[in-house]
């Protein structure tokens, strides 16, 4: 089974503050992905990378940014914190099952901005 | 820009069937997945629809009209384990856009 692994569950930051978000999966997949979960707003794709050092925007870039040095890790950056970046962060990468190119999660990271 | 419209709750009695309903307006189409979401955890791949018609997996069946932007997942046989969000996503190019969720209340 493919595994997405985030490194933090629960993160308490202050406005301001730099967050990193990591997450590493375990099956050399190429596609990597960084989405918000937000109650009534459903999941919204943040960044994407095809590959190592290659990154896309989303359908909302504003305010974060995004590392991938190597394959298996996609960090998710907040340069400057702030309170409407309180939310759940699901990382995914995508694999081919039956000819559909699926999007494993990880289990998510909850970020509060104090 | 892209539009995918889903109920936001539906409730249904444990044992009976239920159908989820998601329309699209997508500037392009690659594909429709539905996924499942346990209230605290990751969304989890349920199914795929790229040529129209139904996919019956199990309990689970879903069906894809591409000239109507209209999918549906239908739950059979419905257990109290099925309360879950539902979402609908579609695949643009490469990346899945997702609809806000259903949210499925199973009552006994």
């Known amino acids: 089974d493919v595994k997405v692994t985030q490194s933090s569950r629960y993160l308490v930051k202050r406005t301001g503050e730099k967050v990193f978000l990591e997450c590493v999966q375990d099956?050399?997949?190429?596609?990597m992905f960084w989405y918000r979960q937000d109650p009534g707003l459903g999941l919204r794709l943040i960044y994407f990378s095809y590959d190592v050092k290659m990154k896309e925007k989303g359908d909302i870039p504003e305010g974060y940014s995004v590392s991938r040095e190597k394959k298996e890790r996609f960090s998710l950056i907040l340069e400057s914190a702030s309170t409407n970046q309180t939310s759940m962060y699901l990382c995914a990468s995508s694999h081919t099952v039956s000819g559909a190119n699926v999007l494993t999660f990880g289990a998510g990271s909850r970020l509060t901005v104090l | 820009g892209q539009n995918i419209d889903q109920p936001t709750e539906m409730t249904a009695t444990e044992g009976a069937i239920v159908q989820i309903n998601c329309t699209y307006q997508t500037s392009g189409f690659n594909g429709l997945f539905w996924y499942q979401q346990h209230a605290g955890e990751a969304p989890t791949f349920l199914s795929y629809n790229v040529l129209d018609g139904l996919e019956e997996k199990g309990r689970f069946s879903s069906f894809l009209s591409r000239s109507k932007g209209y999918s549906y997942l239908l739950l059979k046989e419905l257990q109290m384990k099925d309360s879950a969000s539902y979402l609908c996503a579609v695949r643009v190019e490469s990346t899945l856009t997702f609809g806000k969720g259903t949210m499925l209340l199973v009552s006994p």
């Open positions: 099956m050399d997949h190429e596609n």
